[in-house]
């Protein structure tokens, strides 16, 4: 090897390990602990089904936003084109006036739509 080049490992390429149209079960026992190091009320269980990743940008310009009338206590609904992380998706997005977070609750609903809960006093001011 010549002065001033680098020599780089090639690792083998490493298949998934969960394959599209398989099922899965997720499965926490119950002496798991909480976020908090409690023990969990009961056990969890889920069935998932595996689906194609998508493997391309979320534009802004796909997203649906149905803004709330002024002045009512209405959600503010926003909805994407494919499902997201939900805690990801609840804690990113939010909502601002002249720059300043408004507070409000968020939440994702079935068919991955967060709607943002009005926030306290009088509802949303004038659009």
């Given at each position: 090897m010549s002065a001033g080049?680098?020599?780089?490992?090639?690792?083998p390429p490493v298949a998934p390990a969960l394959?599209?149209?398989?099922?899965y079960t997720i499965n926490v026992d119950q002496a798991w602990n909480?976020?908090?190091?409690?023990?969990l009320a009961s056990p969890y269980r889920k069935s998932i089904r595996i689906v194609e990743a998508v493997d391309k940008p979320?534009?802004?310009a796909d997203w649906r936003i149905e803004a709330p009338r002024a002045g009512t206590r209405d959600p503010i609904?926003?909805?994407?084109p494919w499902p997201l992380d939900h805690a990801l998706f609840e804690r990113t997005v939010g909502v601002t006036a002249g720059g300043e977070p408004i507070q409000g609750k968020a939440s994702v609903q079935a068919g991955d739509l967060l709607r943002i809960e009005t926030p306290g006093g009088g509802g949303w001011g004038p659009t």
């Open positions: 080049r680098e020599a780089t490992a090639m690792s394959r599209v149209g398989e099922r909480d976020a908090e190091g409690r023990p979320l534009r802004l609904a926003i909805s994407v």
